[in-house]
């Protein structure tokens, strides 16, 4: 598995992963068909554009799985959650699965008011779930 951190477009590299800062952090480690993206922050109004071109990018290399690393994601809102949403039903249509790992019990409150729980695979922690 790789982990790398790349300050550059993925289109310059397009075989490796890319981090963003924009208020919160996303990164890339890809193992086999998998591709584990982690966040870290806020996914709010602001940084949900920034988190799509980040899917958009995985989901783009047709993996078969794509797991979100929800563990060190501390908010989040409705534009995020409606990000997380269309994500899985991309990921969905090209046959990928799409996994939320870890969320906090904040992160983990707003999926279960919305029933957003019931849409998305969620790997909880055991702390938590």
Known sequence: MSDHLLDRPAY???SAPMLHRIGFDAWEQVAEQTIVVRLRGELDLATAPEL???????LGRH???????????????????????????????QGCLMILRAPCRSVLKALRLTGVDRLLLMELSPQIS
Not at 52 to 58: E, F, G, I, Q
């Open 12 to 14: 310059l590299h397009d």
């Open 52 to 58: 799509s071109r980040v899917l958009d990018d995985a």
């Open 63 to 93: 993996r078969c799985a794509v797991t979100l690393d929800l563990t060190e994601l501390t908010f989040l809102d409705s534009a995020g959650i409606l990000l997380l949403v269309n994500a899985h039903h991309r990921a969905e249509a």
